[in-house]
T-cell receptor, first 116, second 112 residues
């Protein structure tokens, strides 16, 4: 079974530039998450999708971050414009919608963003 | 969101058992207790989860206190490959699935 795919693996941009990350979840997984992980900290949830609808984006800095999940499969996370403090690893995860039965989340390897 | 508290780091000798504690005093009745671990330069990977009863799988065991306010991840024989950050997470259901909120985790060091 293929895992969660993310690209690119690494990205270096200058502050005020724009950047986009792509995620392809495991086939059939209805729930998709984007996390931001700053060095030395645990992952912080940015946004959660159920199919193509947003379930929780309470911690997404909406003035500069946006995310979409068209057709309920792939997802993109965009930062525009980037700030130095956005330097982090951006993780995508997916899980089945078990209709109430708890299931594990599967994570991609992440995209390491460096803003200079 | 319910929070978890874990020690910042722990150390173990290779081949010995490791008990990683987690406190979650504000857990709700529907929250599942999940453990994930993160190896260097990798995304987190699932280890084990439970609701009320103790659980065993090929990777580890999970012991859950009767009042569910704490739990312990048990690695029966630590190996060097078990050196990672271990996250105890309460996975609560929201309208669109299960919300997974991470804390700071416990960094496990394994000595040869």
């Amino acid at each position: 079974e293929a895992g969660v795919a993310q690209s690119p693996r690494y990205k270096i941009i200058e502050k005020r530039q724009s950047v986009a990350f792509w995620c392809n979840p495991i086939s059939g997984h209805a729930t998709l998450y984007w996390y931001q992980q700053i060095l030395g900290q645990g992952p912080k949830l940015l946004i959660q999708f159920q199919n193509n609808g947003v379930v929780d984006d309470s911690q997404l800095p909406k003035d500069r971050f946006s995310a979409e999940r068209l057709k309920g499969v792939d997802s993109t996370l965009k930062i525009q414009p980037a700030k130095l403090e956005d330097s982090a690893v951006y993780l995508c995860a997916s899980s089945l919608w078990g209709g109430g039965t708890n299931t594990e989340a599967f994570f991609g390897q992440g995209t390491r963003l460096t803003v200079v | 969101d319910a929070k978890t508290t874990q020690p910042n780091s722990m150390e173990s000798n290779e081949e010995e058992p490791v008990h990683l504690p987690c406190n979650h005093s504000t857990i709700s009745g529907t929250d599942y207790i999940h453990w994930y671990r993160q190896l260097p330069s990798q995304g987190p990977e699932y280890v084990i989860h439970g609701l009320t009863s103790n659980v065993n799988n090929r990777m580890a065991s999970l012991a859950i206190a009767e009042d569910r306010k704490s739990s312990t991840l048990i690695l029966h024989r630590a190996t060097l490959r078990d050196a990672a950050v271990y996250y105890c997470i309460l996975r609560g259901r929201n309208t669109g699935g299960f919300k997974t909120i991470f804390g700071a985790g416990t960094r496990l060091f394994v000595k040869a």
